[in-house]
């Protein structure tokens, strides 16, 4: 028992010890940075240039306190219960729909916002954000096919019929998201993707269900990297996956239907729990800086929505159509609206039934 | 410092009393509140009417049970000769190391080498075409599910077994030899009654896990596979109809305490032995 007690003293002892060194040094780093002057940033992992931080404490003092969340359910939940004081989030775009009607967000002051000239108007003013009162857009992409030359001629696979086609049995994996697989089945029957309507879900349901034969597989972040391994000929997924597998395999290409598909943002927004405006606005100001946003752009791979940055970028990106599509195709997509809570579920709950068809 | 024995003894049970109510009791108590409420806070059983009343939770309970089913059967059937022979070793004690070793590797870690060794491009296929078979589709099929759960939940099911075939005294096998009884029926007349504890602990730590495995199930089972594990997290994280989670949760525990009741360790059992 004594044996217990002293080892159990032993490790107080070192938590005190510890958490009395953190706090001299906490106190001693301080006195360079005066606590105040500091961003906390609110980030998907690995979304930012690391370079670009630097530069910004650099010129403008604030030290920035990145932290990372992995899905928008995350991040919601965290910025709700509170407790934390992020001063900047990047959610995406019926996140903030929901944030914003549930209060979680403060609007802009467009008189300290000095760059949002820079800004593509294509990219502004969208459904779940009107007038840009509470977001600004940081990165922008599509859900498009990628496809591999190796194994698929790139004129049979231009369109979401596409994929139905017998020729591609047991070639295709699709990413695991409610939403994304209804939607392809509700632009195939030329209906919106924030379709409410039962009939027309139910629809969409059983046609995705006549797709199942050529299903490979339904999983999640690991397209990138079995599309990278040629595990399968097609997948659909998102851009900013499609732009990650595309730099590891030169077979791979990437293509947004034209008839439509969705679009999606990710815009930086200023949850309630903001405490230091000031740096917030100085950061907002500082990534709407063409030259700061082409470097990030460049450095992340997803699509910029900073007109001025675009200029910027070397004429490989640029003019590069699977990311940057033509204005036809833009015109033609869709973005995702906050569904609520019942039909959220009722889409899930269509998209769970799809995936316990028999194969 | 108490005093007397008793209040010693108190003392010492706070920390434990403490952390089984604020780590075990508690968050069993919230959930079981958050399956029998609703999204604004009514008590209902709506949630469990939910479940029952839909064929496909149903199919998934089914697919769960069915699939922790086949995981325990296989793991059994390699388990119970492998922790056999480990006994016979010599160098036992090393021996058993070494298949214990796996689990200190990250669940996760396990399963990307399994992608590596079974995807199209990967080790088993390359070794395949030595002999001039054709790359095969390994990953996403339910056979890749079952190898991979199985591989993983081994050294739960060997480790038990192994201990309780090491408690039993070599001397009841020569006796069992000395009054006649073949190998054979010395192994199932003598040896297995005496280390069904073993097993019935090791099917209790398989069957239990396997019950909700998720992450297999996407990863290698490229979601053909779709245990309640799937469904669990999905309400957690995308619908975020904790409720109907929660609902889920409690059934597995309810499944999890049948499991408890049929495997457990019957007090007349060793006497039968």
Request: charged residues 15%; without cysteine.
């Amino acid at each position: 028992m004594r044996k217990i007690i002293t080892s159990m003293m032993t490790i107080i002892v070192i938590i005190l010890i510890l958490f009395g060194t953190q706090h001299y040094l906490s106190s001693k780093t301080g006195t360079n940075v005066s606590s105040d002057k500091v961003l906390n940033l609110y980030n998907w992992g690995d979304y930012i240039d690391p370079a670009l931080l630097k530069k910004f404490t650099q010129e403008t003092g604030y030290r920035v306190s990145y932290e990372t969340f992995d899905s928008n359910e995350a991040m919601y939940t965290k910025i709700k219960q509170g407790g934390t004081s992020y001063d900047l989030a990047v959610p995406s775009d019926y996140m903030i729909q929901k944030m914003k009607r549930e209060k979680l967000l403060l609007p802009l002051d467009h008189k300290k916002l000095t760059g949002i000239g820079n800004y593509d108007s294509r990219f502004l003013n969208q459904s779940f954000d009107k007038n840009n009162h509470y977001s600004l857009p940081y990165f922008w992409g599509t859900l498009g096919i990628i496809y591999n030359d190796q194994y698929v001629n790139a004129k049979d696979i231009q369109h979401w019929d596409d994929l139905w086609s017998p020729q591609f049995k047991n070639q295709i994996m699709l990413v695991d998201s409610a939403r994304d697989g209804l939607a392809i089945a509700l632009i195939t029957q030329n209906k919106s993707v924030n379709d409410k309507s039962r009939a027309d879900l139910a629809a969409a349901q059983a046609k995705l269900r006549t797709l199942m034969p050529n299903i490979k597989a339904i999983v999640a972040d690991e397209i990138k990297m079995y599309m990278a391994q040629n595990e399968a000929s097609i997948a659909v997924t998102y851009s900013g996956e499609a732009s990650e597998a595309l730099s590891n395999n030169k077979h791979l290409h990437y293509i947004v239907p034209s008839e439509g598909s969705n679009l999606w943002f990710d815009n930086i927004v200023m949850p309630k729990t903001a405490k230091h405006k000031a740096a917030a606005y100085a950061f907002l100001n500082f990534i709407s800086d063409p030259k700061n946003a082409a470097q990030n752009a460049e450095y992340i791979g997803y699509a910029t929505p900073n007109k001025k940055a675009l200029a910027l970028l070397p004429k490989s990106i640029r003019d590069d159509k699977q990311f940057y599509p033509n204005n036809q195709t833009v015109s033609h997509l869709q973005v995702y609206d906050d569904l609520g809570q019942t039909w959220t579920e009722r889409y899930n709950d269509a998209f769970l039934e799809f995936k316990m068809t028999q194969r | 410092m108490p005093k007397s024995k008793q209040q010693r003894q108190l003392f010492y049970l706070m920390p434990y009393g403490l952390w089984l109510i604020l780590f075990v009791v508690a968050p069993l108590v919230l959930l079981l509140f958050q399956s029998l409420t609703t999204q604004d806070g009514h008590f209902t059983l709506h949630n469990y009417a939910l479940y029952f009343s839909s064929g496909t939770y149903l199919l998934m309970t089914f697919n769960s049970v069915w699939y922790a089913f086949l995981i325990t059967i296989i793991t059994l059937l390699i388990s119970y000769p492998t922790a056999y022979l480990l006994n016979q070793l010599k160098q036992k004690q090393f021996w058993l190391l070494l298949v214990i070793l796996p689990t200190w590797i990250n669940l996760l870690l396990k399963t990307y080498a399994f992608i590596g060794l079974l995807s199209k491009t990967g080790t088993v296929n390359n070794f395949m075409s030595l002999f001039g078979i054709v790359p095969q589709q390994l990953l996403f099929s339910n056979w890749s599910f079952l190898l991979v759960a199985s591989y993983i939940e081994i050294p739960f099911m060997i480790l038990p077994i192994f201990n309780s075939l090491a408690e039993i005294n070599p001397r009841l096998e020569q006796a069992s030899r000395d009054l006649g009884a073949n190998r054979w029926q010395t192994l199932r007349r003598v040896i297995m009654p005496l280390s069904m504890p073993g097993i019935k602990a090791g099917i209790q730590a398989v069957f239990i896990p396997s019950l909700s495995l998720f992450m297999i199930t996407r990863l290698i089972g490229g979601n053909r596979v779709i245990t309640l594990g799937t469904a669990i997290e999905e309400h957690f994280l995308v619908t975020q109809n904790w409720h109907l989670g929660s609902t889920i949760g409690v059934i597995l525990i309810v499944a999890m305490v049948i499991t408890m009741i049929f495997t457990r360790d019957r007090k007349n059992s060793r006497k039968r032995g």
